[in-house]
């Protein structure tokens, strides 16, 4: 992937998923803020973002808060599996919708922006475009087919799209409406992963890095799993704080014995996986924004440390009780609890990257912590562009 300073330098990203019927990773809206609007033309942006980008990585959706940009991008080559977002009102003007035409002859995806209600009754989209539909006070229509919603603020509205409806995706989860229903207790382990590690347990060619890989997909997992090696039961206090330092202590026939007793008790509600996904992207994210070339087990400690940190509310407990149950190092205590130390500015700007309403704050936060704009973006793509595969076997180093 061919990657310009100056662009990546000059602009603020800031993802969104889009989480589809399955409940899995479809898409990433990626906002795109101009921050030196001299410095970036359409044609880097395109390459920066989205050239070469591959195959296996979800569908990038390009929304550009700057007109002549957009603009700019509809008259450069498309790029694969990549999407531009466009707002509605350029399609509603002869000017920009001839315009819009030719950049989908010549092979640019678009995504109109409109409300629901503003699309009511019409048959096929200009441009052959796909709908970013946003729910008001209206009901969910029966047709949504191939669609984008946003706006989606319950459990009940993500089923009606998704599932009744037929919705291709919905832009943003309603996290916390669906931890509202898991609020008399701690959640259980997801069994979609339980079942993952225990196949990879049977394979004789699995490794310690890839076990670990499919551990780290489940926060809770990750807790139970270093708060078991720590019992008393398991033979004293071992003072462990990495999980392959567990995992390599436990072995793979302890675990997957320990396994095959908890799976019955795992969480069926599929709602919650995008919301523990959603924690693992953030994870991989303030792992990512590490110097090129960091250890192994820095990596591994960053990626806990991200983790953990969000582990209250799936837990539903404090986190300073729930990691005074673990022998952590400092670095860890300080990011997570005091918000200080040499691991706090990577989950500080990780967090910010996925705020994209806010990404008019991002280069403050970033200069705060002495983090460049470009090597933040950068962390940023090489996370999305590995989001669906970063868990896969061939992939020896933790990613």
């Known amino acids: 992937m061919i990657i310009s300073h100056t662009v990546l330098d000059s602009i603020a990203l800031g993802y969104e998923p889009v989480w589809n019927r399955a409940r899995e990773l479809a898409a990433v809206r990626l906002g795109v803020r101009a921050v030196h609007p001299e410095s970036v033309d359409a044609a880097h942006l395109m390459q920066a973002l989205g050239d070469d ?20 991008a509809l008259a450069c080559e498309p790029v694969q599996n990549t999407w531009l977002e466009v707002p509605a009102t350029l399609f509603e003007q002869p000017e920009t919708l001839a315009r819009l035409t030719a950049g989908a002859r010549r092979g640019h995806r678009l995504l109109r922006r409109t409300d629901l209600a503003a699309v009511r009754g019409e048959v096929l989209a200009p441009a052959d ?9 209206e009901s969910v229509p029966a047709g949504l087919i191939g669609q984008l919603v946003e706006g989606v603020t319950t459990q009940t509205l993500v089923r009606q799209c998704l599932d009744d409806a037929g919705a291709w995706g919905v832009l943003g989860w309603p996290d916390s409406d669906v931890l509202h229903a898991h609020r008399h207790q701690p959640l259980s382990y997801d069994g979609a992963v339980v079942k993952q590690i225990l196949m990879a347990i049977g394979d004789e060619d699995c490794s310690i890095e890839h076990l670990e890989r499919l551990v780290r997909q489940d926060p809770v997992l990750v807790y139970r799993i270093l708060l078991m090696v720590n019992s008393a039961a398991f033979g004293g206090r ?32 599929r709602d919650l996986h995008p919301v523990r996904y959603a924690m693992v992207m953030r994870s991989r994210l303030a792992q990512h924004l590490l110097a090129t070339g960091s250890e192994d087990n820095l990596r591994g400690e960053v990626y806990t440390t991200a983790l953990l940190s969000q582990l209250d509310r799936l837990l539903h407990q ?33 967090r910010a990257l996925g705020e994209p309403a806010q990404l008019h704050r991002l280069p403050s936060v970033c200069q705060r912590h002495d983090i460049s704009l470009e090597h933040a973006n950068r962390a940023l793509i090489r996370m999305l562009a590995t989001s669906r595969d970063h868990a896969s076997p061939r992939s020896e180093r933790l990613t």
């Open 53 to 72: 980008w591959p195959a296996s990585a979800p569908v990038l959706i390009l929304s550009v808060d700057s007109p002549r940009l957009l603009q700019q």
């Open 129 to 137: 475009a796909r709908n970013l539909l946003k729910l008001g006070a």
């Open 238 to 269: 071992h003072e462990i704080g990495s999980l392959r330092h567990a995992l390599m202590m436990l072995g793979f026939r302890e675990l997957g014995r320990w396994l095959a007793e908890q799976l019955p008790n795992s969480e069926p509600d």
């Open 318 to 350: 404090p986190l300073g009780e729930l990691l005074n149950r673990l022998p952590l190092s400092g670095r860890v205590f300080d990011a997570v609890l005091r918000h200080d130390g040499p691991y706090h500015p990577l989950l500080d700007v990780a």
